[in-house]
């Protein structure tokens, strides 16, 4: 369970979150949504203990019941794995020596062979041995996600339920990639893993997402479910233009870009 | 409607693996290497003592008394001294490299180096003004001890600059070293105006570097700092394979990142500093070395730190040779040899590797 209270966060003075607060269940797909700078990935950056928060009054920020900010970083490093937006790695190591990475720092035992199966599962079948700055941005993207599913490779561990925290996954990949990510993110909640993550494509959200955090102005401006938040008058107000969310007769909501004229 | 060949998609010409020896296969081949090489080393001098008649000597067999003294007051410590101050340089490039997450990163570039000059350099210019009292205590261990304070404080200080509210910038770290390094080399350069005759051909031969004049005395004084060093590195390795994706990915790797990097920081300073002082500017043997490890045998840092040792000892022992041997009886300062190998090695490296090292 992610526990969230009065979080607030400020960089060089500038006020970036206000009083978040929420609560992220294991099992569950947590998205988080929004325009440009409207502190999605702020936010992302201070669940994962990152990025300090402001120590009001009444802030609450737990993971399985571990304080983030008080908790060692290998404690942390057992139950929960993290996705950056973009990973720059200082020297050529391998595919497999990133992912062993995760593998290293994540708790309980693992198959000999699972870096293969890791890479396999991301579309990367035997490109362990391939140094990391010959992949293309996608690929890279797809390796991290290896390392970071290495990391988290019990949905359910010792220390409780484990979790994923990722920022925009899709942002660089293409259409097929994008539905593998949700696949692989779907099968680890239903599993019994918590996913918080960012994303910028609402029909994806709309897709998998069992709780929305829809963010403006480092608010948050609405949480529920899909057709709570997905809704012409809140995404209308957060985004800024008039948007209308459709729905196809047999699926869930779907967003045509036409309709925001 | 004319179908237009779609164009192939150009497949990278490096999808293949590295073709990467095992590490361990590496560091048993370095260990080899590094004991070939003190096998040569010792035969070699300018007393013309060949290897056979010096070997049985090291098992304890009858020598005469100059064969004795030669062994064991001159080649002996000379080489020992080689490993130590080799390993210590090259292991000091592999850790600054790796938290600075940056193959160019070099104890001479971050001022480290510089600090631990300034150091020598006023000991060697404002010495005669101590005390005789005073001048008489410290010995000929006046100039190893201010080059290593020298180089123990630009660094304290470079990371008291770099850091904010406990997040220390590497950005900033590298800049500050830049800066602090040219103000050693100003600083320097001040000293060495006021200098005399006698002192400027000491700080030359210094600033060059040299093994000579190396001692179990000297030896013993820079033990106590690049042992701890050496103990204590191995336990970086994994904080600096996390840290090379960043330190926020290293954060959620487990790391303690800002423990890591502070640790790193001694370690780095302690080596370099007592190398420093031991036996002048010895440069490229801090940056040439990891970074031929990397290419060859990976970047992982678990096997580079040993792999850097071993490598670093074995170059400087050879470089060391040359320079004793090439304008025999008479001798080169070595940090000339490691520079006329070293600047080309790196050089073709540099542009040769260009794509792999992301540079």
């Known amino acids: ?93 391998t595919a497999a020596e990133i992912v062993r990475l995760g593998l290293d720092a994540g708790s309980g035992g693992a198959a000999p062979d699972l870096i293969d199966r890791l890479l396999a599962e991301v579309d990367l079948p035997g490109a362990g041995g391939r140094p990391y700055h010959q992949f293309s941005g996608g690929e890279q993207a797809r390796v991290q996600l290896a390392r970071v599913l290495a990391q988290a490779r019990q949905p359910v561990t010792p220390e409780g339920p484990g979790w994923l925290f990722l920022d925009e996954p899709v942002a660089s990949l293409d259409i097929g990639h994008q539905l593998m990510v949700m696949r692989i993110a779907r099968s680890f909640a239903d599993a019994g893993g918590g996913v918080v993550m960012v994303l910028h494509d609402l029909n994806l959200t709309a897709m998998v997402a069992d709780q929305v955090l829809l963010m403006h102005a480092g608010r948050l401006l609405a949480q529920g479910r899909v057709d709570q938040v997905l809704t012409d008058a809140l995404l209308g107000q957060a985004f800024g233009c008039p948007i209308r969310v459709g729905r196809a007769p047999a699926s869930g909501p779907w967003i045509l870009p036409q309709s925001a004229a | 409607m004319v179908a237009l060949p779609l164009p192939r998609r150009p497949r990278p010409q490096a999808s293949r693996s590295l073709p990467r020896p095992t590490p361990r296969l590496v560091t048993l081949l370095l260990v080899l290497l590094l004991l070939a090489v003190s096998v040569i080393s010792l035969g070699t001098g300018a007393a013309g003592l060949r290897l056979t008649e010096i070997l049985p000597a090291l098992f304890g067999e009858g020598l005469d008394r100059r064969a004795e003294v030669i062994l064991w007051d001159i080649r002996l410590p000379r080489l020992a001294l080689g490993i130590v101050v080799g390993a210590s340089l090259a292991l000091s490039g592999a850790l600054l490299q790796g938290l600075f997450r940056n193959p160019l990163a070099d104890p001479g570039i971050v001022g480290v180096g510089a600090g631990a000059g300034l150091g020598a350099v006023l000991a060697i210019v404002l010495g005669g003004l101590l005390p005789p009292a005073i001048a008489a205590w410290t010995g000929l261990h006046l100039v190893p001890f201010a080059a290593f304070l020298g180089g123990l404080g630009v660094t304290l200080l470079l990371y008291r600059l770099a850091t904010r509210g406990g997040q220390t910038s590497v950005a900033l770290l590298l800049l500050a070293g830049i800066a602090l390094a040219a103000f050693a080399g100003a600083a320097t350069g001040i000293l060495i105006y006021m200098a005399d005759d006698r002192q400027l051909r000491d700080l030359t031969f210094w600033s060059m570097g040299s093994l000579a004049g190396a001692s179990w005395a000297k030896l013993g004084g820079a033990l106590p700092l690049i042992l701890p060093a050496m103990i204590a590195a191995p336990f970086l390795a994994r904080g600096l394979n996390a840290l090379a994706l960043g330190e926020a990915q290293a954060l959620h790797l487990g790391i303690r990142v800002q423990a890591m990097k502070r640790l790193a920081v001694f370690v780095t300073a302690a080596a370099t500093g007592a190398a420093v002082a031991v036996s002048g500017g010895i440069g490229f043997i801090g940056i040439v070395v990891p970074h031929l490890l990397r290419l060859f045998a990976g970047p992982d840092h678990r096997a580079l730190l040993p792999q850097s040792a071993l490598l670093g000892a074995a170059l400087l022992v050879a470089a060391d040779m040359i320079a004793r041997s090439i304008v025999a009886p008479a001798e080169l300062p070595i940090g000339i040899v490691t520079a006329c190998l070293g600047a080309p090695v790196f050089l073709w490296i540099l542009l040769g590797r260009r794509g792999l090292t992301g540079l």
């Open chain 1, 1 to 93: 369970m992610l526990e969230v209270a009065q979080l607030s966060l400020a960089l060089s003075g500038r006020r970036l979150l206000h009083e978040i607060g929420f609560s992220a269940r294991p099992g569950q797909i947590t998205a988080i949504i929004g325009p440009n700078g409207s502190g999605k990935t702020t936010l992302l950056r201070a669940l994962t203990g990152e990025v300090p928060a402001l120590p009001l009054p009444g802030l609450r920020l737990s993971l399985n019941g571990h304080d983030i900010a008080r908790t060692k970083p290998r404690i942390l490093a057992q139950f929960r794995a993290v996705l950056a937006q973009s990973t720059q790695v200082a020297f050529p190591y």
